[in-house]
C-alpha cells in the first residue's frame, strides 16, 4: 500500500526538479529595422547562447551569456547520496523496524542520486 504511494509521489518530485521551465530570461533591444537573432551552441563543452542584432546595412552587436557551473566534488556527492540515504534509513526503521530501514535507505540513495544528476545538469 506504501509503495503505491511513494513511487509516483518520487516520480512526480524528481520530474519537477529537472525541468529547466524556470530559467530567467534574457531581453534583447535592436536598433530600428533589426532583428534579434539567436543562436544556441557550445563553447569549449559549455552551453552557450548567442544574441546578434541583424538588419540591412546595420552594424553586428553581438552579446554572450554563460551559464554558470559550478563543480562539486565526487566526495561531496558522495555525502549528499549517503546522507539522504541514512536519512532515509533512520525514518524508515523508526516507522516499520529493519525491513523499513532497508526500504527507506533504498528510496533516501534513490533520492538523493537524483537530486545530484540534477544539480549536475
Request: a positive charge.
Amino acid at each position: 500500500m506504501r509503495m503505491r504511494i511513494i513511487l509516483p509521489a518520487a516520480a512526480l518530485v524528481a520530474s519537477l526538479s529537472a525541468a529547466s521551465a524556470f530559467a530567467d530570461p534574457i531581453v534583447v533591444s535592436c536598433g530600428p529595422g533589426q532583428r534579434a537573432v539567436v543562436r544556441n551552441t557550445f563553447v569549449r563543452g559549455e552551453p552557450t547562447t548567442s544574441v546578434t542584432c541583424a538588419g540591412a546595412g546595420a552594424e553586428h552587436r553581438t552579446a554572450r551569456y554563460y551559464g554558470e557551473r559550478r563543480h562539486r566534488s565526487w566526495g561531496k556527492s558522495a555525502l549528499i547520496i549517503g546522507g539522504s540515504a541514512g536519512t532515509g534509513a533512520g525514518i524508515g526503521g523508526l516507522v516499520a523496524g529493519k525491513k523499513g530501514a532497508l526500504v527507506g535507505a533504498a528510496l533516501g540513495g534513490g533520492a538523493g542520486s537524483l537530486y545530484e544528476g540534477a544539480k549536475r545538469r
